[in-house]
């Protein structure tokens, strides 16, 4: 039996599926993502694991031990909320400090203790202020802090880092991963951001309408995603209709694609932007490489690549340069390539 086992969860909220069937085994010392959209469950599946919302049916065992109906207070869970719930009247120290007063630790060792937690976030010298004399990614550190000081069996962060600017959030990722591969401590992270999930975990949990649809490592999800929802939600991908010919095979704007497809109805084919290049029309490409033609509509400059908008018999699909590339002219015939083991073919979904 792993660390931390969730069994069958579910949770209703009168017509409403907030969760169904959620299973879940995390190992000791492993940092787990519920990666999802807003309203998938990920935050309510959080929340019965902390205790603070009660399920209609399921388990949840830690170490061994069934938790499902205990008090939060006796779960010994750190939870790091999305708005850090922080004490505006209380100084760093005795927020971090908080729980500790609660369990009755002594206040010479409470003061031990957080000075160290306050040392392991980067907040050493701050003890004194109170939290409106904090940065964004000062309180965050508190929050996470207060959390870590009572030495909790699992952490929990709730879209921790949403709260924070684009620059702060990378540099949080790295600092909160660094601490959890520190302490060794398992950690559950509920995320809508794609990139916290695939650089701060061991393990992803995609998360849709109430159900776990995928569980891997990144590059599971990433390069092998097992649904439809999985391969649009995490990574960027043109999503391209196709049709099959007499034999079965994939036909898309006109060319037959060697790719395993649906053996009925309607289907499109995923890939991905960046596994996609330009080439001159009349240049060949090798064996297990898909092609097909169009016609640059325009290219734009994005930073770190240039998005090229290619329009075809059969639609419009995006090609990924790097940074510095010298993007076709509008109106160019082009040719765009990829590797057919970068082909996804899904059912297409009901409209």
């Not at 000081?149 to 709260?163: C, G, K």
Request: hydrophobic content about 40%; aromatic content about 4%; overall charge neutral.
């Amino acid at each position: 039996m792993s660390y931390l086992e969730l069994s069958g969860l579910q949770k209703r909220y009168r017509d409403s599926v907030a969760v169904d069937d959620v299973s879940l085994s995390v190992e000791q010392g492993e940092a787990v993502a519920l990666l999802g959209p807003s309203g998938c469950g990920k935050t309510t599946t959080l929340r019965m694991l902390a205790g603070l919302v009660d399920p209609d049916r399921g388990a949840i065992r830690l170490d061994g031990a069934e938790i499902t109906r205990l008090p939060a207070h006796k779960r010994n869970m750190g939870y790091v909320f999305q708005s850090y719930a922080l004490f505006p009247h209380l100084s760093v120290a005795r927020n971090v400090g908080f729980g500790l007063e609660e369990r009755g630790v002594g206040k010479p060792e409470i003061a031990r203790q957080v000075e160290e937690a306050l040392a392991l976030v980067r907040l050493a010298g701050l003890d004194q202020r109170r939290p409106r004399e904090l940065s964004g990614g000062q309180q965050q550190r508190v929050a996470l802090a207060r959390s870590l000081v009572i030495r909790p069996s699992v952490l929990l962060l709730d879209e921790s880092l949403s709260n924070l600017d684009a620059k702060l959030r990378d540099t949080m990722r790295h600092e909160i991963r660094s601490i959890q591969r520190s302490l060794g401590i398992t950690t559950l992270f509920v995320t809508h951001d794609q990139v916290e999930a695939l650089t701060m975990c061991d393990r992803i949990a995609v998360m849709d309408r109430g159900r776990i649809a995928q569980i891997g490592s990144a590059e599971d999800i990433y390069e092998r995603p097992a649904t439809r929802f999985v391969a649009s939600f995490v990574g960027r991908s043109n999503v391209l209709p196709a049709t099959r010919d007499a034999e079965g095979r994939a036909v898309l704007w006109g060319e037959t694609l060697p790719v395993a497809v649906p053996a009925s109805g309607e289907f499109d084919l995923f890939v991905r932007p960046q596994r996609m290049r330009i080439l001159p029309v009349s240049e060949p490409v090798s064996p297990g490489m898909a092609r097909v033609h169009g016609r640059v509509l325009r290219s734009v400059f994005v930073g770190d690549h240039v998005e090229v908008l290619i329009e075809g018999v059969g639609g419009q699909l995006t090609v990924e340069m790097q940074s510095g590339s010298a993007a076709p002219a509008e109106g160019t015939e082009v040719a765009v390539a990829w590797p057919l083991s970068d082909t996804l073919p899904f059912a297409r979904e009901a409209a």
